[in-house]
């Protein structure tokens, strides 16, 4: 039986289709993973993370702590001659944006007679476990939400000698299924006057939700864990390494600990803001008076 030919006019799209398929074959060889998609914790494109490990064939696995500390700075808002105003913390929430997220009251930009309170934000960094943090970047104050006390820093530049911003970001996690046992991991730094002002980590349990006069959402978790006062801002994850909260102060108080912790899912819209903004946009804080009048519950 004679074997069936191709019309001579075929050839050339035949032809074509051959170095096509070897070209995948060739591209699945240089691709990472053999051309295949990897699984990753990676929630925005562009963006690294550090957070529950997920890997081919690997369910979450919990991240090792110092993983974690990378995208963990020390907020220090500061004068023109590098002097300390306040002290905090913040969390990297997307590393390709250099958004970091922190607590408002450090960053308010006013004193309580409405003057500035500081002219320029520096962040420390966690590169070497069980040192001090070292200032390397400079940050603006991009949103900011009073109600609630949380903000959003961009870092603008980075300090002499220190290397283009390079921290990953965390991985947010979802906080509609906390309950009252749930294992959280709490980061932050001592604040002033802290004979060690090396980053600090402890583990305690939420002990319950409760929300504020008027609201019937969820405001506030609750946990028996204190942290110095410099840990105002800081991120407070899951037993795995997702983000779920942030601790904060009311109003900045050097002298005071820190227990309460915002819901990250009440940060949500405010990150939204944020990852919108071009980069010459930068929101003027609202000026408004520390006091309650009467008849009012809020400033």
């Given at each position: 039986?004679?074997?069936?030919?191709?019309?001579?006019?075929?050839?050339?799209l035949l032809?074509a289709?051959?170095?096509?398929?070897?070209?995948c074959?060739?591209?699945a060889?240089v691709?990472?993973g053999?051309?295949?998609?990897?699984?990753?914790?990676?929630?925005?494109?562009?963006?690294?993370?550090?957070?529950?490990?997920?890997?081919?064939?690997?369910?979450?696995?919990?991240?090792?702590?110092?993983?974690?500390?990378?995208?963990?700075?020390?907020?220090?808002?500061?004068?023109?001659?590098?002097?300390?105003?306040?002290?905090?913390?913040?969390?990297?929430?997307?590393?390709?944006?250099?958004?970091?997220?922190?607590?408002?009251?450090?960053?308010?930009?006013?004193?309580?007679?409405?003057?500035?309170?500081?002219?320029?934000?520096?962040?420390?960094?966690?590169?070497?476990?069980?040192?001090a943090?070292?200032?390397?970047?400079?940050?603006?104050?991009?949103?900011?939400?009073?109600?609630?006390?949380?903000?959003?820093?961009?870092?603008?530049?980075?300090?002499?000698?220190?290397?283009?911003?390079?921290?990953?970001?965390?991985?947010?996690?979802?906080?509609?299924?906390?309950?009252?046992?749930?294992?959280?991991?709490?980061?932050?730094?001592?604040?002033?006057?802290?004979?060690?002002?090396?980053?600090?980590?402890?583990?305690?349990a939420?002990?319950?939700?409760?929300?504020?006069?008027?609201?019937?959402?969820?405001?506030?978790?609750?946990?028996?864990?204190?942290?110095?006062?410099?840990?105002?801002?800081?991120?407070?994850?899951?037993?795995?390494?997702?983000?779920?909260?942030?601790m904060?102060?009311?109003?900045?108080?050097?002298?005071?600990?820190?227990?309460?912790?915002?819901?990250?899912?009440?940060?949500?819209?405010?990150?939204?803001?944020?990852?919108?903004?071009?980069?010459?946009?930068?929101?003027?804080?609202?000026?408004?008076?520390?006091?309650t009048?009467?008849?009012?519950?809020?400033?």
């Amino acid at each position: 039986m004679r074997p069936v030919r191709a019309p001579r006019a075929l050839y050339p799209l035949l032809l074509a289709l051959a170095i096509l398929l070897g070209g995948c074959d060739r591209a699945a060889n240089v691709i990472p993973g053999g051309g295949k998609q990897t699984p990753t914790a990676t929630p925005t494109a562009g963006n690294v993370t550090v957070g529950p490990r997920v890997g081919p064939g690997q369910t979450t696995a919990d991240a090792a702590d110092a993983d974690l500390a990378r995208a963990v700075m020390q907020v220090i808002p500061s004068m023109d001659d590098g002097k300390p105003v306040r002290l905090g913390t913040g969390v990297v929430i997307d590393s390709a944006r250099r958004l970091i997220l922190t607590s408002y009251p450090v960053v308010r930009p006013y004193r309580a007679d409405g003057g500035p309170a500081y002219t320029k934000i520096r962040l420390a960094t966690n590169r070497e476990a069980g040192r001090a943090p070292k200032p390397e970047y400079e940050a603006e104050l991009l949103v900011s939400d009073p109600a609630t006390g949380l903000a959003i820093l961009r870092v603008t530049r980075a300090i002499e000698g220190a290397p283009n911003f390079d921290l990953p970001a965390v991985v947010p996690g979802d906080t509609a299924g906390i309950t009252p046992g749930t294992v959280i991991r709490l980061f932050g730094h001592p604040g002033e006057g802290a004979a060690q002002n090396t980053l600090t980590v402890q583990r305690g349990a939420v002990t319950g939700q409760r929300s504020e006069a008027g609201q019937t959402s969820r405001l506030w978790l609750k946990t028996a864990v204190r942290m110095p006062a410099g840990a105002a801002g800081g991120p407070v994850f899951n037993q795995a390494g997702a983000l779920i909260g942030v601790m904060l102060q009311e109003a900045y108080n050097p002298k005071a600990q820190v227990g309460q912790v915002r819901p990250f899912d009440r940060a949500t819209s405010l990150i939204d803001q944020a990852q919108k903004a071009t980069e010459g946009f930068r929101q003027i804080a609202p000026l408004y008076l520390e006091g309650t009048g009467g008849g009012i519950s809020r400033p």
